[in-house]
């Protein structure tokens, strides 16, 4: 690995197979994409999906990770305060989500699945660095 390069990290978020086609479709259609995950009162468990740089990630928004290559899912801080123990998966489903997101005109929405992380990746998430947040990202 070469000296600058990042350590690898635990896998935290992954799409499905479907959610992964779906954001394929959007991404010709949109260009590169992002995912956020606010945790407000609405669509709680449905992470947005935004073109990149139409939605300002705030400082304290933590990077999960990557999917799908290079799209970047965000999760705010309050959010990641609750689900820093459990791995995500993005699945899509049909129904309308919220109408800010790139897929609702699809009559789908992506949607969270959650697991509890094992103890063996529990130990592993102790040993790593802190995840990147919006201050140091951008």
């Given at each position: 690995?070469?000296?600058?390069?990042?350590p690898?990290?635990?896998?935290?978020?992954?799409?499905?197979?479907?959610?992964?086609?779906?954001?394929?479709?959007?991404?010709?259609?949109h260009?590169?994409?992002?995912?956020h995950?606010?945790?407000?009162?609405?669509d709680?468990?449905?992470?947005?999906?935004?073109?990149?740089?139409?939605?300002?990630?705030?400082?304290?928004?933590?990077?999960?990770?990557?999917?799908?290559?290079?799209?970047?899912?965000?999760?705010?801080?309050?959010?990641?305060?609750?689900?820093?123990?459990?791995?995500?998966?993005?699945?899509?489903?049909?129904?309308?989500g919220?109408?800010?997101s790139?897929?609702?005109?699809?009559?789908?929405?992506?949607?969270?699945?959650?697991?509890?992380m094992?103890?063996?990746?529990?130990?592993l998430?102790?040993?790593?660095p802190?995840?990147?947040?919006?201050?140091?990202?951008?």
């Amino acid at each position: 690995m070469p000296a600058h390069a990042a350590p690898p990290r635990l896998e935290r978020v992954r799409l499905t197979e479907a959610a992964e086609e779906l954001l394929r479709r959007l991404e010709d259609r949109h260009g590169p994409l992002m995912f956020h995950q606010s945790g407000g009162c609405c669509d709680g468990s449905s992470p947005m999906c935004y073109p990149r740089g139409e939605f300002q990630v705030g400082a304290s928004d933590v990077l999960l990770g990557h999917v799908a290559g290079d799209t970047p899912f965000w999760m705010s801080a309050a959010q990641y305060a609750y689900w820093r123990h459990t791995h995500l998966t993005v699945d899509v489903v049909p129904g309308r989500g919220s109408g800010f997101s790139v897929e609702a005109p699809e009559g789908v929405r992506f949607l969270l699945r959650s697991r509890l992380m094992t103890d063996e990746e529990l130990e592993l998430l102790e040993a790593e660095p802190p995840l990147p947040t919006g201050a140091s990202v951008t």
